[in-house]
């Protein structure tokens, strides 16, 4: 049995700022991300209206999220030291150095997944 997993990265960023984060995310963000950690890809809102459904729907006073990507991992422990060492690096600190607002994160959400 594998131990592989997946990390889903769902944030909402603030509509204020959504423009100039979706133009960092490309321009920086992403493809440092896709060079440096398995990232299955990285997603922004385009628009269309989401659809919410269930027994019980709830959406966070927030919106819903407008961001999501997605790493692959070998393990939860190799996410654990990969995710350390590769965003605390100083490439990864010269990216983020270029951010919009690092403040404009109004809700994140990070799930562990595995293959069903």
Not at 14 to 37: C, G, I, S, T, V
Request: with cysteine.
């Amino acid at each position: 049995m594998s131990e592989a997993i997946v990390e889903v990265r769902d944030y909402t960023i603030d509509p204020e700022w959504f423009e100039a984060y979706k133009q960092w995310a490309a321009e920086h963000a992403a493809p440092w991300l896709r060079e440096n950690l398995d990232v299955i890809d990285f997603w922004v809102d385009d628009g269309h209206e989401p659809e919410v459904a269930g027994s019980d729907p709830q959406v966070s006073p927030h919106g819903q999220p407008n961001v999501c990507w997605i790493i692959r991992w070998d393990s939860r422990a190799a996410r654990e030291e990969g995710f350390r060492s590769t965003l605390g690096s100083q490439e990864w600190q010269d990216v983020w150095a270029k951010h919009p607002n690092p403040n404009a994160y109004l809700h994140l959400n990070v799930r562990f997944m595995t293959a069903a």
